[in-house]
């Protein structure tokens, strides 16, 4: 099993929410449930799910944004899942390198809690996002770069392929939201 090591910061009324809400166990399966898709779905044991304390987002984002961490087994195997909350007005265009920044510091925490151990856990990014317009940027790190030149010969091996799930709740209808807000209000108490 995953050893967890806790990274945080000053909490923030949003934060405390997102997390007081989703590192119960049984919210962050329904959100993985609602959002993942079902072959991913059914290689996560999502009974072994367990939040892993801290934040690895940085100091200057933390009023726009929130994480949570699980580790989790898939296939059988240790892997983590990162919940990445963005609170903001405004869509981040550069949020596939924050996002490779963060697992980075998820997968570095890792090696120094388990020395050289291979192979790393994998790391299954998720964003949720809530604007008034919805996400409207890329959601793959390979889309920060120039097409041409990633796709020239040889160049796009060199390129991190890769790509956050997103829950972008401002394009549900407020039937949905409200659906699966239902499913959490029961133990919501402020």
Do not use: N
Request: one cysteine or more; glycine letters at 6%.
């Amino acid at each position: 099993m995953l050893a967890c090591r806790r990274l945080s910061g000053p909490p923030t009324p949003h934060d405390a929410l997102f997390k007081r809400t989703f590192s119960d166990p049984e919210h962050a399966r329904a959100e993985l449930r609602a959002v993942l898709p079902p072959a991913l779905l059914a290689r996560l044991d999502l009974a072994t799910l367990r939040p892993c304390p801290g934040s690895f987002v940085d100091a200057a984002l933390a009023s726009a944004h929130s994480d949570l961490l699980f580790a989790v087994e898939l296939r059988g195997k240790p892997a983590f899942v990162y919940l990445l909350f963005e609170h903001q007005s405004t869509v981040d265009a550069l949020m596939p390198l924050r996002i490779l920044g963060y697992m980075v510091r998820v997968l570095l925490q890792h090696a120094a809690q388990e020395g050289e151990a291979l192979p790393l856990p994998v790391v299954v990014p998720l964003v949720l996002h809530h604007s008034e317009t919805g996400w409207t940027a890329p959601t793959r790190f390979e889309a920060l770069f120039d097409p041409d030149l990633v796709d020239a010969d040889g160049l796009g091996e060199l390129v991190p392929r890769f790509r956050f799930m997103l829950d972008d709740l401002s394009r549900l209808p407020d039937e949905a939201l409200w659906g699966r807000a239902m499913g959490l209000v029961p133990s919501l108490t402020l």
